[in-house]
């Protein structure tokens, strides 16, 4: 009888495990789970544009291709308009499509749109320096400083465009060498544009067939497309 009992009871324990460190982990996950849902419900503004409803956490992770997200994008415009709102995890955003809705943001309302979104990634990376990755006064500092330095080696004087028209003829023979045949012209394009960065800066350019600068200019294409990504823009 005594080997039943306790062979009863040990059972019974098995069965109803009351580790306190399990049901805290499930208070804690319940109440977040609950506070996100809540706050998915408010608005912080009532003129914020419409966009296709988020999921908990993931955001509208879900209805972005994450090889092509502009294809996404551009679909969603069709729906919602050229402004729209999405959510990439927790993180809010307002997409402008269209080339008459970035020109009125970017070019006629610029001061309104200067600030950046505080993305982890890249604060990591450029500690809140640079001209690509700054906010603020450090951006508006470093761009006048950037204006000024570039004019130094000649932005806007009649020797920029000496450097432009010469690479346009090289560009121009490269496109000739293809004797009307398809071709991808993006390394083509993007060797372009260094050469007359690189020969207004250090005077010289490159062959078109440098494997060196190739290499180069596909790690900036990757270093894009991952800092592009929906997993990237994720604010935690």
């Known amino acids: 009888m005594k080997d039943s009992y306790f062979s009863t009871t040990g059972s019974s324990e098995d069965m109803l495990p009351l580790d306190p460190v399990t049901v805290l982990l499930s208070i804690v996950t319940c109440i977040f789970l609950a506070t996100v849902m809540y706050k ?10 419409p966009g296709p409803k988020p999921w908990p956490i993931i955001g509208n ?15 969603l415009a069709k729906t919602y308009g050229p402004v729209y709102s999405i959510k990439i995890g927790v993180q809010e955003m307002v997409v402008l499509s269209g080339y008459d809705v970035v ?40 761009r006048r400083f950037t204006l000024s330095t570039l004019r130094d080696y000649g932005m806007g004087t009649r020797a920029i465009e000496e450097n432009i028209n010469e690479e346009a003829n090289y560009l121009i023979k490269i496109f000739r060498s293809y004797k009307g045949e398809p071709f991808d012209n993006t390394m083509i394009m993007n060797t372009a544009v260094c050469n007359i960065i690189v020969s207004m800066l250090f005077g010289h350019r490159f062959d078109y067939d440098d494997q060196k600068l190739h290499r180069l200019l596909k790690l900036v294409m990757e270093l894009a497309m991952i800092a592009g990504s929906p997993m990237a823009l994720v604010s935690y």
Do not use: C
């Not at 998915?40 to 544009?49: A, D, G, L, S, T």
């Not at 992770?61 to 679909?75: A, G, R």
């Not at 604060?123 to 508006?140: A, L, T």
């Open 40 to 49: 998915q419900k408010e608005r912080v503004h009532p003129n914020y544009p």
């Open 61 to 75: 992770i879900l209805n972005l291709d994450v090889q092509k997200p502009y294809l996404s994008f551009q679909e």
């Open 103 to 142: 020109k009125e943001a970017l070019v006629n309302r610029a001061e309104m749109f200067t600030d950046r979104p505080n993305i982890p990634v890249f604060i990591d990376y450029s500690k809140g320096y640079g001209i690509v990755f700054s906010n603020g006064h450090n951006w508006k500092a470093m």
